[in-house]
């Protein structure tokens, strides 16, 4: 069975400080795909970064950053320097080679002017 | 490009009624999905498309059929309108492998009474 786990239902930051958001999964699979998705308050789905099972260094796009630990499954979302517009779900997923995707239950993050 | 769309954007129907949700995507993605999102519960699955004539289910395909005619388009049919399937559905479509993130529709809004 393949599953993406995001333990912390509601998370609050200071606003310029960093916040790192949980995100394990458990999968078979050798090759996979993860990512996160930002679901702001309007709805649209946004890709944020993408992190792939053989990739040996953790991905990074602008003030997003993946935190991939192969062994332990998990693959943590960290911000730094949170802005307002940081305020939203955050969605893990994972993409098997059955090109199926797997999201979990979602992180909401507060920043805290 | 108007990328993924989804009509309507709401929709509510009587238990018992039929209707089918449209998505079409203008970036010529061989892959295509549905998805439902449920409050604390993430985005689920529905059905999935990897090309033209080729559809395969996912997580929740109960009450749903999809087919795949053409590659710009991927309707989803309610066969049965249940209270249970009262969610708001997201379209989605990609390139095959792991590598490529999704791309969304704006989703739709369906309650079912």
């Known amino acids: 069975a393949q599953k993406i786990t995001q333990t912390q239902p509601g998370m609050f930051v200071q606003e310029k400080e960093a916040v790192t958001l949980d995100c394990t999964y458990d999968t078979s699979d050798q090759s996979y795909g993860l990512f996160w998705y930002k679901q702001p308050s309007s709805g649209e789905m946004i890709f944020l970064i993408y992190q792939g099972s053989y990739d040996e260094q953790n991905a990074t796009e602008g003030r997003y950053s993946l935190n991939f630990q192969k062994a332990r499954k998990s693959a943590n979302l960290v911000i730094s320097a949170s802005q307002l517009g940081d305020s939203a779900m955050y969605f893990c997923?994972?993409?098997?080679?059955?090109?199926?995707?797997?999201f979990g239950t979602g992180t909401s993050l507060t920043v805290i002017p | 490009n108007a990328g993924v769309t989804q009509t309507p954007k709401f929709q509510v129907l009587k238990t018992g009624q039929s209707m089918t949700l449209q998505c079409a995507q203008d970036m010529n993605h061989e892959y295509m999905s549905w998805y439902r999102q449920d409050p604390g519960m993430g985005l689920r699955l529905i059905h999935y498309?990897?090309?033209?004539?080729?559809?395969d289910q996912g997580e929740v395909p109960n009450g749903y059929n999809v087919s795949r005619s053409t590659t710009e388009d991927f309707p989803l049919r309610l066969l049965s309108a249940a209270p249970s399937q009262t969610s708001v559905y997201f379209c989605?479509?990609?390139?095959?492998?792991?590598?490529?993130?999704?791309?969304f529709g704006p989703g739709t809004r369906l309650t079912v009474t």
């Open positions: 989605a479509s990609s390139h095959p492998g792991l590598a490529y993130e999704q791309y």
């Open positions: 997923a994972m993409r098997n080679t059955g090109n199926q995707f797997y």
């Open positions: 498309s990897v090309g033209a004539g080729i559809t």
